[in-house]
């Protein structure tokens, strides 16, 4: 069984081989710390070669998902003068990666809000399901990024380029039926019924014949995802240099200060 070093991040396992992997940081809308990211890579490393799990549940506590990148600190961070180190960014790659690359089926069970990182962590699942409070929102160029944890690699495959353009660039926020409608979401529940239909998914699949569905998605992945690396090299050069802007320091205060920015270009 594997232990978590993280308190932010719970791990279970039950009788069926269903593993559930839970952000748990409610308080702050599960928004996502290093040592979060961190123990995601490690934990779905484990779970791609532990052989009593058969399918991963990747969810959220409390009212949300995940909010993605945590503001405060980015704020704390544009307030010593420091640019964002490519660690983190790292990290959270990492997590993306060993999700899509993960021998074993993943389903994200969206609960409210999954924003930045939040909706790309998703987006890296084999599965996406939702009711009717999820909200899925792009949220980097708000706050003056480009993107990582792999998102716009990832939704591209899902929804073509075009629309994973007008999703990213107008830093767009979809609500569940129209997630559902241009198949980011793979189900849509009923309201209240969230936990059912996932559940319901993830029975079928632990009763799936695991090592076909392994091979299936190591050919899926060949298919639709070859460069996912080469991509993770893009994010971790281009989010510092974001991260300088001034920009970036105009979202992250307009946010704090609950006001629309102001962008200048620079």
Known sequence: MY????????????????????????????ALTWDMEKELGDVFEYCSYADEVRVV?????????????DIKAFKRRIDAGEALPTTGIRYIATAARNIRRCNKPVIAKINGAASGAGSALAFACDFRVGDVKTKIGAGFTSMGFSGDTNGVYTLTRIVGAA???????LAQTLRAEEAFQLGI?????????????????????????????????KMINFTNYPDL???QELEMNYM????????????V??????????????
């Not at 629309?163 to 660039?169: L, S």
């Not at 969230?194 to 998605?217: D, G, M, V």
């Not at 510092?240 to 979202?251: F, I, N, V, Y």
């Open 240 to 251: 510092p240099a974001c991260s300088r802007t001034a920009d970036h320091a105009e979202a």
């Open 185 to 217: 979401l793979n189900r849509l529940a009923e309201e209240g019924q969230l936990e059912e239909t996932t559940a319901a998914l993830a029975e079928t699949l632990a009763n799936s014949p695991t090592q076909a569905l392994t091979r299936q998605k």
């Open 57 to 69: 549940i990747l969810t959220g506590a409390g009212k949300h998902f995940c909010a993605g990148g």
């Open 253 to 266: 205060n307009a946010f704090l200060e609950k006001r629309s920015p102001k962008f200048t270009g620079q």
């Open 163 to 169: 629309r994973a353009t007008e999703f990213y660039m």
């Open 3 to 30: 232990t978590s070093k993280c308190e932010n991040i719970l791990f279970s396992l039950d009788d069926q081989g269903i593993a559930t992997v839970t952000l748990n940081r409610a308080d702050a809308l599960n």
């Open 229 to 231: 690396e080469l991509m």
